[in-house]
């Protein structure tokens, strides 16, 4: 049927209906890549503030700085390439070095992994406790 359309209805997945739901995707994709970008802005000014706190080293102070110059470019090459310029160049990242992005990828769960179980309280064994139960004093009656 042309245009999606059957039985003289237009269809509910016609071109319309495309376009808006790749206007949407679109307009989801570039408020997502405006977050990371003033996500990875806030971390370049976290470092440089780190760094001014070491005036008397200079040499540390410049590391800190030069650290938040690369993440004020990383701020700036993601608000400025598309989606799909990024996706490539990781794509072909990944492909140059396989074993790197295997390594990243597995650094990266167990880090969420040990973000996710050090919020839960574990118990505290009776044998490691600080102030054994004996110890207390009891009151002769």
């Known amino acids: 049927m042309p245009n999606g359309a059957q039985n003289g209805r237009p ?3 016609g071109p319309g209906f495309a376009d808006a739901l790749s206007d949407q995707t679109q307009g ?3 408020k997502r890549k ?8 806030d971390v370049g000014d976290a470092i440089r503030d780190t760094g001014a706190g070491f005036d008397a080293l200079p040499q540390l102070k410049e590391f800190f700085d030069q650290a938040a110059l690369g993440v004020d470019e990383l ?4 608000s400025r390439r598309s989606f799909s310029e990024m996706y490539g160049e990781v794509h072909a990242a990944i492909r140059r070095r396989p074993g790197l992005a295997t390594a990243a990828a597995v650094l ?3 880090a969420l992994f040990r973000l996710v179980n050090a919020s839960k309280l574990q118990p505290v064994p009776r044998s ?3 102030v054994p139960v004996d110890v207390l004093p009891t009151s002769d009656v």
């Open 28 to 30: 989801y994709i570039e």
């Open 75 to 78: 701020a700036e090459n993601i």
């Open 128 to 130: 490691h406790a600080v």
């Open 11 to 13: 269809s509910a997945a």
């Open 34 to 41: 405006a977050d990371a970008a003033r996500l990875v802005s």
């Open 108 to 110: 990266t769960s167990l």
